[in-house]
């Protein structure tokens, strides 16, 4: 699979410079152009309209676009940075930019904080951490009793809550985050180092195939 070109995506009026994107994040411009080959393969995997959907998202992700988690739809929600209920391919760079090997932690740190705050408050809620822990055992197929997961949000708010106000803010996370590191495992996909030697085709399930693209 041959990568698509400048010229193509000059075409393609509704997708944005590579140069720009490439000027933006961490990606060069041969990798920008390397991920639109990702992104239209999962944009075309049910939908068809060079946009990615939830369906699609879910499907690239968890090989299932039925499949109903809150991990699925924080990380869709958070790339979704125009908030229209669809990825187009700026989101789509801009956000992978955060699991970039050479993204700096600070940002990932971030990202993560908001994909935890799931009522946009600023701040993390016992319940919030409670749903989202549970999201993530449920994702990777561990079952843990109420008791286990409340021992772990009990763990995290005494080792994060600081000021013991029951919540815990972005100062107190970034604390928290960077002396517990493997918080962040997730937020780097090495892959993404070397987009244009390695194609993730492991992340593709779509079941289109190139001639269709």
């Not at 509704?14 to 152009?33: G, R, Y």
């Not at 561990?142 to 815990?168: C, Y």
């Amino acid at each position: 699979m041959g990568c698509i070109s400048s010229k193509q995506f000059k075409r393609a009026a509704e997708h944005e410079d590579p140069a720009i994107l490439a000027k933006e994040t961490t990606f060069s411009v041969s990798e920008v152009e390397a991920l639109y080959e990702l992104f239209k393969k999962i944009s075309h995997s049910i939908f068809k309209d060079g946009l990615i959907h939830k369906e699609e998202f879910q499907l690239a992700l968890f090989r299932n676009s039925k499949k109903k988690n809150l991990f699925a739809d924080r990380i869709f929600d958070l790339f979704d940075l125009k908030r229209n209920g669809v990825i187009d391919f700026g989101e789509f760079v801009r956000s992978l930019n955060i699991f970039h090997p050479e993204t700096p932690l600070a940002e990932k740190i971030a990202f993560a904080f908001r994909l935890y705050d799931l009522r946009g408050t600023g701040y993390i809620e016992r319940e919030e951490l409670y749903e989202m822990v549970l999201a993530i055992l449920n994702e990777s197929d561990l079952l843990l009793s109420d008791d286990a997961v409340e021992q772990i949000v009990d763990q995290t708010f005494k080792q994060a809550d600081l000021n013991s106000d029951g919540k815990i803010d972005p100062d107190e996370w970034k604390a928290f985050a960077s002396k517990n590191p493997a918080l962040l495992k997730n937020m780097t996909l090495p892959y993404l180092k070397d987009i244009t030697m390695a194609f993730p085709s492991f992340v593709l399930n779509s079941g289109v195939d190139d001639e269709e693209l």
